[in-house]
Protein backbone atom coordinates (compact mmCIF):
# COMPACT_ATOMS: atom_id res chain seq x y z
CA UNK A 1 0.00 0.00 0.00
CA UNK A 2 1.31 3.35 -1.39
CA UNK A 3 2.38 5.94 1.44
CA UNK A 4 0.04 9.00 2.41
CA UNK A 5 3.00 11.43 0.51
CA UNK A 6 3.02 9.18 -1.93
CA UNK A 7 -0.33 9.22 -2.78
CA UNK A 8 -0.48 13.29 -2.25
CA UNK A 9 2.55 13.82 -4.73
CA UNK A 10 0.74 11.49 -7.25
CA UNK A 11 -2.49 12.82 -6.81
CA UNK A 12 -1.47 16.70 -8.30
CA UNK A 13 -1.69 18.57 -4.73
CA UNK A 14 1.77 18.90 -3.94
CA UNK A 15 3.59 21.98 -2.95
CA UNK A 16 0.45 23.08 -1.33
CA UNK A 17 -1.79 23.62 -4.84
CA UNK A 18 -5.21 24.21 -3.97
CA UNK A 19 -6.30 22.08 -6.76
CA UNK A 20 -4.76 20.08 -9.56
CA UNK A 21 -2.93 21.50 -12.73
CA UNK A 22 -4.40 21.46 -15.96
CA UNK A 23 -2.39 20.10 -18.71
CA UNK A 24 -1.41 23.25 -21.28
CA UNK A 25 -2.63 26.22 -18.18
CA UNK A 26 -0.14 27.98 -17.15
CA UNK A 27 -1.09 29.78 -13.51
CA UNK A 28 -0.76 33.40 -14.07
CA UNK A 29 2.17 35.06 -12.12
CA UNK A 30 1.43 37.35 -9.42
CA UNK A 31 1.92 40.97 -9.90
CA UNK A 32 4.78 42.77 -8.12
CA UNK A 33 4.14 44.82 -5.30
CA UNK A 34 4.71 48.39 -5.44
CA UNK A 35 7.03 48.19 -2.27
CA UNK A 36 9.53 45.33 -3.81
CA UNK A 37 9.52 47.28 -7.17
CA UNK A 38 10.84 50.23 -5.47
CA UNK A 39 12.88 49.07 -3.80
CA UNK A 40 14.56 46.88 -6.58
CA UNK A 41 14.89 51.00 -8.00
CA UNK A 42 16.65 52.64 -5.59
CA UNK A 43 19.02 49.47 -4.59
CA UNK A 44 19.91 49.88 -8.56
CA UNK A 45 20.60 53.86 -8.25
CA UNK A 46 22.64 52.91 -5.12
CA UNK A 47 24.62 50.21 -6.86
CA UNK A 48 25.21 52.36 -9.82
CA UNK A 49 26.54 54.94 -7.47
CA UNK A 50 28.77 52.71 -5.75
CA UNK A 51 27.76 53.44 -2.87
CA UNK A 52 27.41 51.29 0.16
CA UNK A 53 24.00 50.99 2.52
CA UNK A 54 25.17 52.69 5.10
CA UNK A 55 26.51 55.53 3.31
CA UNK A 56 23.41 56.30 1.72
CA UNK A 57 21.47 55.29 4.53
CA UNK A 58 23.56 57.84 6.76
CA UNK A 59 22.69 60.63 4.30
CA UNK A 60 18.77 59.66 4.13
CA UNK A 61 18.63 59.66 8.20
CA UNK A 62 17.36 56.28 8.23
CA UNK A 63 19.07 52.89 9.84
CA UNK A 64 20.90 50.76 7.22
CA UNK A 65 18.55 47.99 8.13
CA UNK A 66 15.98 50.04 7.45
CA UNK A 67 17.18 51.21 4.41
CA UNK A 68 17.59 47.38 3.54
CA UNK A 69 14.40 46.23 4.07
CA UNK A 70 12.60 48.80 2.00
CA UNK A 71 15.44 47.86 -0.73
CA UNK A 72 14.39 44.15 -0.13
CA UNK A 73 10.85 44.84 -0.42
CA UNK A 74 10.00 44.46 3.02
CA UNK A 75 8.96 47.71 4.38
CA UNK A 76 6.16 50.18 2.98
CA UNK A 77 8.18 53.02 3.92
CA UNK A 78 6.20 56.51 4.24
CA UNK A 79 6.28 59.76 1.36
CA UNK A 80 8.63 61.35 3.94
CA UNK A 81 11.06 57.98 3.57
CA UNK A 82 11.32 57.53 -0.30
CA UNK A 83 11.80 61.40 -0.61
CA UNK A 84 14.69 61.18 2.31
CA UNK A 85 16.45 57.87 0.14
CA UNK A 86 15.90 59.37 -3.03
CA UNK A 87 16.98 62.93 -1.98
CA UNK A 88 20.42 60.69 -0.40
CA UNK A 89 20.45 59.14 -4.14
CA UNK A 90 20.52 62.48 -5.92
CA UNK A 91 17.24 61.24 -7.80
CA UNK A 92 13.92 63.24 -7.74
CA UNK A 93 10.30 61.52 -6.76
CA UNK A 94 8.79 62.18 -9.93
CA UNK A 95 11.31 60.47 -11.96
CA UNK A 96 11.54 57.71 -9.09
CA UNK A 97 7.80 57.29 -9.54
CA UNK A 98 8.11 57.18 -12.79
CA UNK A 99 10.50 54.66 -12.83
CA UNK A 100 8.87 52.28 -10.55
CA UNK A 101 5.28 52.40 -13.01
CA UNK A 102 7.39 51.94 -15.59
CA UNK A 103 8.93 48.56 -14.36
CA UNK A 104 5.21 47.82 -13.06
CA UNK A 105 3.91 48.52 -16.83
CA UNK A 106 6.39 46.21 -18.06
CA UNK A 107 5.84 43.25 -15.53
CA UNK A 108 2.17 42.86 -17.06
CA UNK A 109 1.48 40.50 -19.67
CA UNK A 110 0.76 42.56 -23.03
CA UNK A 111 -2.58 41.36 -22.99
CA UNK A 112 -3.42 42.78 -19.72
CA UNK A 113 -1.77 46.47 -20.26
CA UNK A 114 -4.46 49.08 -20.52
CA UNK A 115 -3.74 52.09 -22.39
CA UNK A 116 -3.57 55.47 -19.89
CA UNK A 117 -6.17 57.01 -22.42
CA UNK A 118 -8.27 54.59 -21.58
CA UNK A 119 -7.55 54.67 -18.18
CA UNK A 120 -8.38 58.20 -18.16
CA UNK A 121 -11.51 57.14 -19.53
CA UNK A 122 -12.83 54.88 -17.43
CA UNK A 123 -12.23 57.69 -14.85
CA UNK A 124 -13.98 59.94 -15.93
Same mark, same amino acid.
Given at each position: ?? %???? +? ?6 ? #???? !?????? &? ?6 ? =? ?5 ? &? $??? !?? &? ?11 ? $?? *?? @?? /?? =? @???? &? %????? @? ?7 ? %? !? +? *??? =?? #???? /? ?6 ? @??? /? ?8 ? +?????
Amino acid at each position: MP %GLRA +LWLGSGMA #DNDA !APRTPG &RTTPQPEP =LWREVLG &R $RLR !AH &RMEQQEKLAETAE $RA *GI @SP /QY =L @SEIE &R %GRKEP @SSEMIAAVA %G !A +L *GIT =LI #DLTQ /QVAEDLRA @SQP /QAARVPARAM +LALAA
